[in-house]
């Protein structure tokens, strides 16, 4: 166990449709990365926050959002979902700036 | 172009026999070098890291990896294989651009063994 928490564990939408994926970082963690893993792009980088504010932002697309709350957890939000962004979504925590990242067990979402 | 290469997409061993699983990285310096494996269905897990000093890692579940500057690699090493080792293996890097800490990860190399 890492310590992260994701909720849900599993997500099934429609295409069109926005739903909310949520992060709890590990205790004392002040950032918190998404990434995206589908089979054909892998592993991507979507997004960091550390404490609060955003810090980098990757391949994220227009329609996807995040923030970080003052309790530090994370939510993304995906909206006007295509069936492309059927994947799984990690979020990930480190306390440091040395890059020891954990990671959560995902949210796998599936878009019909 | 910067990456991280993963030659191998998928690798079968014998219950018992060595693995080395190779990852090679394309950048300026060099950058935070990292081992995740993910079992399925399941997260990722860190299994050893490099950012500096001793070129040989050691990590944890028996693994090991060693960082060759001259050859850009950061290969993953473990003597004797288990069937729990069964699972995808991803070489990671932090780029040595600064400003952040994302991930940046190779296409994995899945890890059959046969008993």
């Known amino acids: 166990d890492s310590g992260v928490t994701q909720t849900p564990k599993h997500l099934i939408t429609a295409t069109g449709q926005r739903v909310t994926l949520r992060c709890s970082p590990r205790?004392?963690?002040?950032?918190v990365y998404w990434y995206q893993q589908s089979l054909d792009q892998g592993l991507q980088f979507l997004i960091q926050?550390?404490?609060?504010?955003?810090?980098a932002k990757g391949n994220i697309l227009e329609r996807f959002s995040a923030q970080q709350f003052p309790d530090l957890h994370s939510e993304l939000n995906l909206s006007s979902l295509e069936l492309g962004d059927s994947a799984l979504y990690f979020c990930?925590?480190?306390?440091?700036?040395?890059?020891?990242?954990?990671f959560g067990p995902g949210t796998r979402l599936t878009v019909l | 172009a910067q990456s991280v290469t993963q030659p191998d997409i998928h690798i079968t061993v014998s219950e018992g026999a060595s693995l080395e699983l190779r990852c090679n990285y394309s950048?300026?310096?060099?950058?935070?070098l990292f081992w995740y494996v993910q079992s399925p269905g399941q997260g990722l897990q860190l299994l050893l890291k490099?950012?500096?000093?001793?070129?040989l890692v050691q990590g944890i579940k028996g693994f090991e990896a060693e960082f060759k500057r001259s050859q850009s690699s950061f290969n993953l090493r473990k003597p004797s294989v288990h069937w729990s080792d069964a699972a995808e293996y991803f070489c990671?890097?932090?780029?040595?651009?600064?400003?952040?800490?994302?991930?940046?990860f190779g296409k994995g190399t899945k890890l059959t063994v046969n008993p």
């Open positions: 990930a925590s480190s306390g440091n700036s040395a890059s020891e990242q954990f």
């Open positions: 205790s004392g963690d002040l950032s």
């Open positions: 926050y550390y404490n609060g504010e955003e810090r």
């Open positions: 950048y300026g310096a060099t950058p935070y």
């Open positions: 490099y950012f500096s000093g001793d070129t």
């Open positions: 990671a890097v932090v780029p040595p651009q600064g400003g952040s800490e994302k991930l940046v």
